[in-house]
């Protein structure tokens, strides 16, 4: 199963009446569809999560979907609380009081940072055509990391777009130039 990452406009709040500055929002919102991924699009069901959920499976939450000083809170130390609710994947922590967790908790507060972003491997997708338009549905994944981002599109095209097996030949180029622009686009903001 290949990594994959979707990022869409997703609010961000932020609560500073607690402990610490508290970060919630929606890395997914479901029955909505993406933006054109190279030759289709895509939408996440209601459960799509929720055997990874169940499961208790190791999620992290990032910004930019990097982990080691910008992992910003984690399930297994109970930082990170996610759950299923009618309009998506809900995700809540307490912004660390470490550089990053400040950073992130003022660039939120500017409005400079506010979409989030998930990473996961399919377990089950079903795909259709309607109105000459492929669409994906994942129906069940395994939930990675939830990561706070700075661009809506897919910035991680190393892993966000993969090759669609069984696709015809005219996709499978669309989806190669869609990746040579995000990759292009990722180090232009790099620098």
């Known amino acids: 199963m290949d990594l994959e990452r979707r990022c869409?406009?997703?609010?961000?709040?932020l609560d500073d009446s607690g402990a610490g500055p508290a970060?919630?929002?929606y890395a997914a919102v479901f029955n909505t569809r993406s933006e054109d991924l190279g030759g289709f699009v895509e939408e996440v069901k209601p459960g799509a999560f929720r055997k990874s959920l169940r499961r208790g499976d190791d999620v992290r939450a990032l910004?930019?979907?990097q982990g080691g000083l910008?992992?910003?809170?984690?399930?297994?130390?109970?930082t990170l609380r996610l759950r299923e609710d009618s309009k998506g994947l809900k995700t809540d922590f307490t912004a660390p009081?470490?550089?990053?967790?400040?950073?992130?908790v003022e660039l939120i507060r500017r409005g400079d940072l506010?979409?989030?972003?998930?990473g996961f491997k399919v377990v089950s997708d079903e795909w259709r055509t309607e109105n000459k338009v492929e669409v994906r549905t994942l129906l069940e994944v395994d939930l990675v990391d939830v990561s706070i981002v700075s661009f809506p599109a897919y910035p991680e095209t190393s892993v966000a777009v993969r090759a669609l097996q069984g696709r015809n030949r005219a996709r499978d180029l669309r989806l190669r130039a869609l990746r040579l622009r995000m990759?292009?686009?990722r180090l232009k903001y790099a620098r």
Not at 73 to 78: D, T, V
Not at 97 to 104: E, I, Q, V, Y
């Open 8 to 13: 869409s406009e997703i609010e961000v709040r």
């Open 63 to 65: 910004v930019e979907h």
């Open 23 to 25: 970060i919630s929002g």
């Open 183 to 185: 990759e292009a686009v």
């Open 114 to 118: 506010s979409q989030m972003s998930f």
């Open 97 to 104: 009081d470490t550089s990053a967790g400040r950073d992130l």
């Open 70 to 78: 910008l992992t910003l809170a984690r399930r297994s130390s109970g």
